[in-house]
């Protein structure tokens, strides 16, 4: 009998004072390194989905999980634990560099138009960061995660090893351009993803071959504004 396709959920971080938009407010400052906690409603976003989304016969359900990488970032790794914390123990999962944000360097922040003030016209998706991650670096970090989720999939789907799901807590730039790496475009397809604070991104294949990955749902849960 043929085992069901491996699957991502891809997870962003719940909101952060930096990651907070709208009409009354200035947009979002750049946040890579920095250290910042979820808002209140940051949390209250994550605990309100982990209950329908996480469990036994849920969407991702713990004993599916071949392993679960989370950005070290208090932002990401709360998030995690939030999902989680309503079940009787936490999944085994890897506290990774990997899938920290963009380093956005000397931009690290900054407001859009404060990065603009300093390098007219500058898009990160063509120009990368001065003093942090170029398009060609974050590329290949990214790529170099995807290669060690088909290998989870692959030893899962060809091999009768492991587990199906793969789990990622990580940031918006990140998963954004691991979307379009995931489906074989150029890392500036990810201009035209909205990734929103605590969606859920879910990844997958096409056909059930391995050599087909696809996108199956964006921003699962999250709140659209």
């Keep these: 009998m043929s085992r069901p396709m491996p699957r991502i959920f891809l997870i962003r971080h719940g909101e952060t004072e930096w990651s907070l938009n709208g009409l009354d407010i200035p947009p979002y400052r750049q946040t890579g390194r ?35 990488l989370v950005s070290p970032r208090q932002r990401a790794h709360k998030t995690f634990h939030l999902l989680f914390e309503h079940l009787p123990q936490f999944p085994h999962h890897i506290l990774s560099e990997e899938v920290r944000e963009w380093d956005y360097g000397d931009y690290e922040g900054l407001f859009l138009h404060e990065i603009k003030e300093k390098k007219p016209g500058w898009d990160i998706w063509r120009d990368g960061c001065v003093g942090g991650e170029s398009v060609e670096e974050m590329r290949s970090r990214v790529d170099n995660v995807i290669a060690k989720v088909r290998d989870y999939h692959r030893e899962y789907k060809e091999g009768g090893t492991n587990t199906r799901d793969v789990l990622i807590v990580a940031h918006g730039h990140f998963n954004r351009v691991f979307i379009s790496r995931w489906i074989n475009f150029d890392l500036a397809l990810g201009t035209h993803f909205n990734v929103e604070p605590g969606g859920v991104t879910v990844l997958s294949y096409n056909h059930n071959s391995l050599e087909e990955p696809a996108l199956n749902a964006l921003n699962l849960y999250a709140d659209l504004k």
């Design 34 to 68: 920095s250290d910042i906690p979820l808002t209140p409603r940051g949390e209250d976003q994550i605990k309100s989905k982990a209950p329908i989304l996480v469990g036994e016969g849920k969407a991702i359900d713990p004993e599916n999980l071949c392993v679960a």
